[in-house]
């Protein structure tokens, strides 16, 4: 039997290519990629149980974390993450005109911010045109003379390569995640764990991450988002070394922490 995986299309977008190499990583049963349209998409296929597997990115090393997949995650409780993959991004300008013609660029938001400096400076009156994803955004431009997107060189086509790279930060790469229902792994070398504290109060978030440091877990990664509850109130997102020489007694199969998600 197939394993659906949903990903963000549609075809040619940085996470089909993602989607493929975390199916492999994970050697699913004969993988069969869906696109879907939007992130959010993407989650609820999984969610309601139209697919077995979802490959969405969490984080950029340049714009930092997602936040509808860090979002998606708080909501849907019962998704857990089973294997992350970082994936060099290199974003080229493409279209069927020349650069000097360009007054709309189009590309995933994402992508628009890591290329924000090299548009300003190469093509400063140029109009930003959000879309679902650079592959969404490659299939508009095609035929147009005014019209560029940004997005990966391999999935150019018909289009001119106007420039390539045009990201700002050489190192620009982007972690994606492959989401299942499945119980989480006990045998990851890093966690992801999401919290919200009980109140507003001095010393409460110190609090809740000296138990983390109590348990001799490192670190690495600590980001918020509004609880979308009330103006104020955060839920934090993390992530955790799981470096078994240095974890004081502790095993992912206890949870001491919560909920964990391995990756």
Same mark, same amino acid.
């Given at each position: 039997?197939?394993?659906?995986?949903?990903?963000?299309?549609?075809?040619?977008?940085?996470?089909?290519?993602?989607?493929?190499?975390?199916?492999?990583?994970?050697?699913?049963?004969?993988?069969?990629?869906?696109?879907?349209?939007?992130?959010?998409?993407?989650?609820?296929?999984? $969610?309601?149980?139209?697919?077995?597997?979802?490959?969405?990115?969490?984080?950029?090393?340049?714009?930092?974390?997602?936040?509808?997949?860090? #979002?998606?995650?708080?909501?849907?409780?019962?998704?857990?993450?089973?294997? $992350?993959?970082?994936?060099?991004?290199?974003?080229?300008?493409?279209?069927?005109?020349?650069?000097?013609?360009?007054?709309?660029?189009? @590309?995933?938001?994402?992508?628009?911010?890591?290329?924000?400096?090299?548009? =300003? #400076?190469?093509?400063? %009156? $140029?109009?930003?045109?959000?879309? =679902?994803?650079?592959?969404?955004?490659?299939?508009?431009?095609?035929?147009?003379?005014?019209?560029?997107?940004?997005?990966?060189?391999?999935?150019?086509?018909?289009?001119?390569?106007?420039?390539?790279?045009? %990201? #700002?930060?050489?190192?620009?790469?982007?972690?994606?995640?492959?989401?299942?229902?499945?119980?989480?792994?006990?045998?990851?070398?890093?966690?992801?764990?999401?919290? @919200?504290?009980?109140?507003?109060?001095?010393?409460?978030?110190?609090?809740?991450?000296?138990?983390?440091?109590?348990?001799?877990?490192?670190?690495?990664?600590?980001?918020?988002?509004?609880?979308?509850?009330?103006?104020?109130?955060?839920?934090?997102?993390?992530?955790?070394?799981?470096?078994?020489?240095?974890?004081?007694?502790?095993?992912?199969?206890?949870?001491?922490?919560?909920?964990? =998600?391995?990756?």
């Amino acid at each position: 039997m197939s394993t659906r995986v949903a990903y963000l299309g549609p075809k040619g977008t940085y996470a089909e290519k993602a989607a493929k190499a975390l199916a492999a990583l994970e050697n699913l049963d004969s993988p069969k990629f869906s696109p879907c349209k939007g992130l959010r998409s993407v989650v609820e296929n999984l $969610a309601n149980n139209l697919c077995e597997a979802a490959v969405v990115p969490i984080e950029n090393s340049v714009e930092g974390g997602v936040t509808t997949t860090l #979002d998606s995650l708080w909501k849907h409780k019962n998704l857990f993450i089973h294997r $992350a993959l970082v994936l060099p991004i290199q974003h080229s300008l493409l279209s069927s005109g020349s650069i000097s013609t360009i007054s709309e660029v189009l @590309s995933h938001p994402q992508a628009i911010a890591q290329c924000s400096q090299w548009l =300003n #400076d190469n093509i400063p %009156n $140029a109009v930003h045109l959000p879309t =679902n994803s650079t592959a969404e955004a490659i299939r508009m431009v095609k035929g147009s003379s005014f019209r560029a997107a940004i997005g990966s060189k391999d999935a150019s086509d018909e289009l001119n390569i106007l420039a390539y790279p045009i %990201n #700002d930060i050489e190192g620009n790469c982007t972690r994606f995640v492959l989401l299942s229902k499945n119980d989480i792994k006990v045998n990851g070398n890093k966690a992801s764990m999401a919290f @919200s504290l009980k109140s507003n109060s001095p010393g409460a978030l110190l609090e809740a991450l000296n138990c983390i440091a109590d348990l001799g877990l490192n670190m690495s990664r600590i980001e918020s988002r509004p609880s979308k509850r009330e103006l104020g109130e955060y839920v934090f997102f993390i992530d955790l070394d799981l470096n078994h020489s240095n974890k004081k007694g502790v095993s992912c199969d206890d949870k001491p922490l919560g909920r964990l =998600n391995i990756a």
